[in-house]
């Protein structure tokens, strides 16, 4: 009797040991830029992947030689980004694959990994208004399009068609699909119902409507703009909705509104455009023309809010912002505090005024709005 009774103590020590030692993650509150401003982006969540049911071959499941058990997969080299349906996607440049991860199960699936619809270079990513899934894969020179459970739908273009697609991005209202073809020093354009191909614009050189290896493409869903990063010519470029070529902003340079290797884009539901570089390791955001700089955030390092290689950038439509961090192997979460958000989310939008924790980010406001 004595020796139940003391083996039950030991494992109810065990257990609140277990309990007291137990690491617990809990995001830091970060907002740009600090108090007593007014908040303009608020740190979320980091993601770097999840685990995934392995349920082994089907011969081994039909034998009962294998039970289904979980596996952990890890980010390794995230650069397309986007969310849909309170699910954070990236595509790893690294494994070939695209993570999704849901935000609040922290469940994880994976597109692209099997024989039908395998990726073997992908680089950029989008959503159609029937949340259909867009990957550019550079290697096999086409965009898989997928449904929301990762089933490859149909192909889009060809090793003839392209040299090297990577930066995509939907017009929702047109219902047209945009791919930038870097080595092509162009962008293309495909009506999404037809599957057909309208027209592209560029070629290699300085002038209006000229690139040097673009990467990155975004869609102002408002009036459906076009907003291409040219990033050897250390610039971004604004077409209209039928590739008229409308403005231009940036230039090469180590200071705010400069730039030194522009990457991702993306736009929120005002207009802003926010550009990330992978030299600067941070954020810039502009008007909807760029001739203002808004505000920029983040820095070089490794803690939340900080970059190693940052890469892809992708607003959603509530205004929220997922960014990818090539060498770091993660995903950063953050909320740009819009009108259309504040509106929705007054409590929380009082609170944040409020927060006074101290913090290192690295923030400034160069046009108060």
Same mark, same amino acid.
């Given at each position: 009797m004595k020796t139940i009774f003391l083996i039950i103590q030991i494992l109810v020590m065990l257990f609140f040991q277990a309990c007291a030692t137990?690491?617990?993650?809990? @995001? +830091?509150? !970060?907002?740009?830029?600090?108090?007593?401003? @007014? +908040?303009? !982006?608020v740190y979320l969540a980091t993601y770097r992947g999840g685990a995934t049911e392995d349920k082994g071959s089907a011969l081994d499941t039909?034998?009962?030689?294998?039970k289904s058990e979980k596996k952990e997969s890890n980010i390794v080299k995230p650069y397309g980004v986007g969310l849909q349906d309170g699910k954070v996607y990236a595509v790893d440049t690294g494994t070939d694959v695209v993570f999704v991860m849901d935000e609040n199960?922290?469940?994880?699936?994976?597109?692209?990994?099997?024989?039908?619809?395998?990726?073997?270079?992908?680089?950029g990513l989008a959503f159609d208004r029937d949340k259909n899934i867009y990957i550019s894969d550079s290697r096999e020179k086409r965009v898989n399009v997928y449904d929301r459970n990762g089933t490859l739908?149909?192909?889009?273009?060809?090793?003839?068609d392209f040299a090297n697609p990577t930066g995509i991005a939907v017009d929702k209202n047109q219902h047209r699909l945009y791919v930038v073809d870097t080595k092509a020093h162009l962008f293309k354009v495909y009506d999404i119902a037809t599957k057909k191909y309208l027209y592209s614009v560029g070629k290699r050189g300085t002038e209006d409507g000229e690139f040097n290896f673009p990467t990155n493409v975004a869609v102002d869903q408002r009036n459906g703009n076009i907003v291409v990063v040219d990033t050897q010519n250390f610039r971004v470029q604004i077409f209209d909705k039928d590739g008229k070529f409308l403005s231009k902003f940036g230039n090469v340079g180590n200071k705010p509104g400069t730039f030194a290797r522009p990457k991702g884009v993306g736009i929120d539901s005002e207009g802003n455009i926010y550009i990330t570089d992978s030299?600067?390791?941070?954020i810039q955001i502009f008007d909807e023309t760029g001739t203002k700089l808004l505000m920029f955030f983040g820095g070089g390092g490794y803690g939340p809010t900080q970059f190693r290689l940052i890469t892809g950038i992708y607003v959603d439509e509530d205004d929220k912002l997922v960014v990818a961090d090539g060498f770091s192997g993660r995903v950063q979460t953050f909320q740009y505090v819009s009108q259309k958000w504040k509106q929705k989310n007054p409590q929380k939008y009082n609170e944040l005024k409020n927060i006074k924790t101290e913090t290192v980010p690295q923030s400034i406001i160069v046009e108060k709005k």
């Open positions: 137990k690491e617990v993650e809990v @995001e +830091p509150t !970060i907002v740009f830029p600090s108090y007593p401003e @007014e +908040p303009k !982006i039909f034998l009962g030689e294998k199960s922290k469940a994880l699936k994976l597109i692209g990994d099997n024989a039908v619809g395998k990726l073997s270079g992908p680089i739908q149909f192909v889009l273009g060809d090793r003839l030299a600067f390791n941070n």
